[in-house]
T-cell receptor, first 114, second 113 residues
């Protein structure tokens, strides 16, 4: 079974600085997708960024980018120019090509210091 | 209106009671899911359905049942609620094109006392 590991339960970053959230996964599949979801205090789950495993280029969405290391099975999220509104819980998720079920990591709580 | 609507938003119930959490979606997707979120455990899959006639257990289905009343509706029931079922419950839907991930509802916070 696929597993997703987020080993850091909490992180903190100074406003305007850059922070990287780590995620590793375990799979024997070759066709899969990786996601980062944000959960602010409103508890809504918001898709931040996605990466298709067959694409070598790292995905970017404005201040959010990923470092996708397929051989190492690592998928970290970098947040640049951190803002107070980035404070939330972040979940890494994996979905294989065989079906669309997502497996989630345990999440990391990010706080942003003004 | 939200793409995925969950009701109720919050609920407190007593041990032993039967409770139903409802989910409806306007995305037109066939695939729907129920997850529960617990602190330190992330989201875990309870049940999923790939079409109206297809219901599958997830990793933590014991104590739960589901009903797929229509393409747009997928309900989760706790037959006899117990305190360790206190959690945040999410319904989600996805298109067959998996690259877009899930669209989530806003969650139901259930407390069993």
């Amino acid at each position: 079974a696929q597993t997703v590991t987020q080993s850091q339960p909490e992180m903190s970053v100074q406003e305007a600085e850059t922070v990287t959230l780590s995620c590793t996964y375990d799979t024997s599949e070759s066709d899969y997708y990786l996601f980062w979801y944000k959960q602010p205090p409103s508890r809504q789950m918001i898709l931040v960024i996605r990466q298709e495993a067959y694409k070598q280029q790292n995905a970017t969405e404005n201040r959010f980018s990923v470092n996708f290391q397929k051989a190492a099975k690592s998928f970290s999220l970098k947040i640049s120019d951190s803002q107070l509104g980035d404070a939330a819980m972040y979940f890494c998720a994996y979905g294989s090509g065989a079906n669309s079920k997502l497996t989630f990591g345990k999440g990391i709580t990010l706080s942003v210091r003004p | 209106d939200a793409d995925v609507t969950q009701t109720p938003r919050n609920r407190i119930t007593k041990t032993g009671k039967r409770i139903m959490l409802e989910c409806s979606q306007t995305k037109g997707h066939d695939r729907m899911y129920w997850y529960r979120q617990d602190p330190g455990l992330g989201l875990r899959l309870i049940y999923y359905s790939f079409d109206v006639k297809d219901i599958n257990k997830g990793e933590i289905s014991d104590g739960y049942s589901v009903s797929r009343q229509a393409q747009a509706k997928f309900s989760l029931s706790l037959e006899s609620a117990i305190p360790n079922q206190t959690a945040l419950y999410f319904c989600a839907t996805s298109a067959p094109d998996r690259v877009y991930g899930y669209t989530f509802g806003s969650g139901t916070r259930l407390t069993v006392v």
